[in-house]
């Protein structure tokens, strides 16, 4: 049943308020922080931690593709944005500020791997 009309509906559904929350949280930092790609960096962050809580219980739980799709695949996964990360780590080195650049790589897919995996623990235990 993948790809059926329903499971898109799920993630359309959880697609919406997450990219809406994803811009509120990105332009609330902005005149905080030097930088929009902060925000950008926190919103990302959340969404790992919380994708990595849903593969566990995901994988833990008889009756919960449906949770997967709406708030893994829906509202996380729109939560969160590569491209956005790509395009500001490209302006940055476009810039020449290469060690803002590296920084913001490094603690990307660092503290992103980490909130992954200690959401995952957490759901593990769940």
């Known amino acids: 049943m993948a790809g059926s009309a329903p499971e898109a509906v799920l993630v359309g559904l959880g697609a919406i308020p997450g990219a809406w929350l994803r811009l509120k949280v990105v332009n609330h930092f902005q005149p905080m922080v030097p930088k929009k790609h902060w925000g950008t960096f926190l919103v990302n962050v959340v969404a790992c931690f919380a994708l990595g809580l849903v593969l566990a219980l995901n994988e833990t739980c008889t009756a919960s593709t449906g949770i997967a799709l709406l708030m893994g695949v829906g509202f996380f996964g729109s939560l969160s944005t590569f491209s ?24 990307s897919i660092g503290v992103g791997l980490l909130a992954c995996a200690v959401g995952y623990g957490i759901g593990t235990h769940a």
Do not use: D, H, K, Y
């Open 84 to 107: 956005t990360f790509a395009v500001e780590l490209l302006n940055e080195l476009r810039a020449g500020q290469l060690l803002t650049a590296l920084v913001l790589a490094v603690a």
